[in-house]
């Protein structure tokens, strides 16, 4: 996906502070913070076509992936980051602070126990759990037209999730399969 230069240099300034972060703190894994661009960064992009709405909440964002590059290429969006470890919402807030980025939050909580004031109309979830128990950790926080952005290793289409209906699965990388849950219609 093509940024502007003001995106790309806050992209830029996110890559930094999480490879200043990581020497501490080993947010992503050694081997995954040399190819930080492509296989996060960019990864997290392949979402910005299929966001739905403005509020998007990114569950188990851990490092940020996909919340701030979201947050970043698009301000008006609204990007709650949602994670449980005092570390990673500590090093989110700062990220927030660094970039400027008033579009976005963090909340320091498990995404399960997590109850919004409004639902979202976009939930992202990638590497948080098996898509099974992703789907049923997040859709409690969708909005009934939303939809659930699973980033997974493995293709998802025709799964079964109970209360949801995945679409087609899509390869946006090598090791990635973007799919689209979007919740069942409501029974008569």
């Not at 049923?136 to 969708?142: Q, S």
């Not at 293709?155 to 990388?173: D, F, I, N, Y």
Request: proline share 7%; hydrophobic share 40%; aromatic share 6%.
């Amino acid at each position: 996906m093509k940024v502007d230069a003001d995106a790309r240099a806050r992209l830029d300034a996110f890559g930094d502070l999480l490879r200043r972060w990581n020497r501490v703190y080993n947010l992503v894994s050694r081997h995954d913070i040399r190819h930080l661009e492509a296989k996060h960064i960019q990864d997290s992009l392949t979402l910005v076509s299929r966001v739905r709405g403005p509020r998007i909440a990114d569950a188990g964002s851990g490092a940020g992936f996909p919340g701030i590059p979201l947050a970043i290429v698009d301000g008006s969006w609204s990007v709650t980051l949602i994670d449980r470890s005092a570390t990673k919402a500590r090093f989110l807030r700062q990220a927030l602070i660094e970039l400027g980025l008033e579009n976005a939050t963090v909340v320091e909580e498990d995404v399960r126990r997590y109850q919004p004031e409004t639902p979202f109309d976009t939930v992202t979830a990638r590497a948080f759990a098996k898509p099974p128990a992703a789907w049923e950790a997040v859709r409690h926080l969708l909005h009934p037209d939303g939809v659930a952005l699973l980033q997974t290793g493995d293709a998802l289409s025709g799964a079964s999730l109970p209360g949801g209906r995945a679409g087609p699965s899509e390869r946006v990388a090598k090791e990635r399969y973007v799919t689209a849950v979007t919740p069942e219609d409501p029974q008569p």
